[in-house]
């Protein structure tokens, strides 16, 4: 009798009758090469993506696991992105707060043609998108396009894809009560920390990923001296640790050797 078949035989019989009930709504995307654009359905949605193996990173940390889920009783709380990508963070907050005031950045020329279209797919509003990258001056830089989730501000044009890009400070941004401020951009968190200390005191919560760079000096003690200035408390999570061993063999990724998530709380 089915009813009494153990749980493990239920679902093999389950999934060989009702096979479309059963399929990974991202298995189109599996055989695709590295940095090709693609497009896929999220939540019923036709969302394009810059590169599969990236999508499915930012899926799960951030549908998955929430990484960025936070609480607030504002009904309309105003959050900032920095560092936006396709725009699957943006996606996830307004799902979350759909009333949210959203400001986003991205400097990716073609990463941010691809925000753009997300956003309006899913019919998003309340949502400014500025073509930008975040510094601590208005001018001009230069910025390596890495194809994915780790193009990065360079102080030189060595690095495949530089490009020069527009950037611009988070200072403007910070002058009102800021319910989340999410910086995700490739090393440059430092530099941007440091000219908006002043105004970190208008964050209520704040999630910062730290780059390391193999061969150039750490800033992560500047970092964390920031946020214990501006009041927060916080908390650090290693994500992607790439040296289980670090005395014995350094791994690195993109030249990076640590990345870190970096939660700065009130409470």
Known sequence: MLN????????????????????????????????TAAKTV???KNIEIADAPSFFSMYREIFKKEVYKFKTEVNKPYIIDCGANIGLSIIYFKKLYPEAEIIGFEPDKR??????????????SNVQIIQKALWNKEGETIFSSEGADAGRLTDNGEMINSIKIMTTSLRGYLERPVDLLKIDIEGAEV??????????????????????FDGKEQGLDILLSILKKAGFRYYIYNFGSLSHQPFEEKKTYLGMDMQLNIYACRF
């Open 4 to 35: 009494s078949a153990p749980k493990q035989t239920y679902l093999l019989c389950a999934k060989k009758l009702f096979p479309k009930y059963f399929e990974d709504p991202f298995d189109n995307l599996k055989k695709i090469p590295r940095y």
């Open 42 to 44: 999220l939540l019923d």
């Open 111 to 124: 990463i941010f043609d691809m925000l753009k279209n997300n956003i309006k797919s899913f019919g998003l």
């Open 191 to 212: 530099v941007v920390m440091e000219d908006c200390a002043d105004l970190l005191i208008n964050v209520k919560n704040l999630f910062v990923e730290y780059h390391s």
